[in-house]
C-alpha cells in the first residue's frame, strides 16, 4: 500500500547548519507531496508542496524537490535558526475517483541550539 | 480570514464518560478531517466530511463518530472514553474534496482521559 517514510528524530543541530530531513514514498499514480511543520503546542501548518515530479517546493528558506526516479521528497534548509525548532511531517495526497487519502509520515522532531 | 478555530482547546475526562470537540473550518471550506496524534502513533487520520457527507474514514472503533452541519462545521464525539484516546485532535478544513490537498490545521483539542 501507499506509505511514508521519514528519518528518525530527533535531530539536534546548531544554529546555522544545513539540514535535511530524508522522506521516501510509496505510492502508485501521481501523488501530490507536501511538508507541515507543527510548532511547539501549535497545529500544523503548510510549508510547502509540489504536485508533480521534478517540481521544487520553497517557503521561509526551506526547499524539497519531487524526485519520482527515487521516490523521494527530502526536506532541506541551508541555515537552520532556533526558531526552526518544530516537528516536521512528509505527506503524500492521492486522488483516486471521489476519494482522497492523504498519508502521513511519523514526523521528525527538529531541535535547533544557539 | 480566520483560521481553523477548534473548542475546547483542553478536556479532561474520565473512563467511560463521553466527549464532544467542535471544529469550525475557514470560511468557504466544505471539507473537514479529524486526526489524532499521538507520541508512539504520530498522526491517525479519524475521518472526512466534505458536504455532510463522510468521505473517508481511518481504522478506528466505532466509538469514534462525527458529522459535519450544514454551515460546515465539524464535530467529533467520542464515547465509552479508555485511558489511549488520550491524545492530541486535530481538526484540518480543506476547500475541496479533490485535486491536491492542502489542508489547514486549527490548534488542537487536548484530550486527557483518567
Known amino acids: 500500500g501507499d506509505s511514508v517514510t521519514q528519518m528518525e528524530g530527533p535531530v539536534t543541530l546548531s544554529e546555522e547548519a544545513f539540514l535535511t530531513i530524508n522522506c521516501t514514498y510509496t505510492a502508485t499514480g501521481y501523488p501530490s507531496l507536501f511538508w507541515y511543520v507543527q510548532y511547539p503546542g501549535e497545529g500544523l501548518q503548510l510549508l510547502l508542496k509540489?504536485?508533480?515530479a521534478d517540481d521544487k517546493g520553497s517557503n521561509k528558506g526551506f526547499e524539497a524537490t519531487y524526485r519520482k526516479e527515487t521516490t523521494s521528497f527530502h526536506l532541506e534548509k541551508g541555515s537552520v535558526q532556533v526558531s526552526d525548532s518544530a516537528v516536521y511531517f512528509c505527506a503524500l495526497s492521492k486522488v483516486a475517483g471521489n476519494n482522497r487519502k492523504l498519508i502521513w509520515g511519523l514526523g521528525t522532531s527538529l531541535a535547533v541550539n544557539p | 480570514k480566520a483560521g481553523v478555530t477548534q473548542t475546547p482547546r483542553y478536556l479532561i475526562k474520565t473512563r467511560g464518560q463521553q466527549v464532544t470537540l467542535s471544529c469550525s473550518p475557514i470560511?468557504?471550506?466544505?471539507?473537514v478531517s479529524w486526526y489524532q496524534q499521538t507520541p508512539g502513533q504520530g498522526l491517525q487520520f479519524l475521518f472526512e466530511y466534505f458536504s455532510e457527507t463522510q468521505r473517508n474514514k481511518g481504522n478506528f472503533p466505532g466509538r469514534f463518530s462525527g458529522r459535519q452541519f450544514s454551515n460546515s462545521r465539524s464535530e467529533m464525539n467520542v464515547s465509552t472514553l479508555e485511558l489511549g484516546d488520550s491524545a492530541l485532535y486535530l481538526c484540518a478544513s480543506s476547500f475541496g474534496a479533490g485535486g491536491s490537498h492542502e489542508q489547514y490545521f486549527g490548534p488542537g483539542t487536548r484530550l486527557t482521559v483518567t
Open positions: 509540489a504536485t508533480k
Open positions: 470560511s468557504g471550506h466544505r471539507s
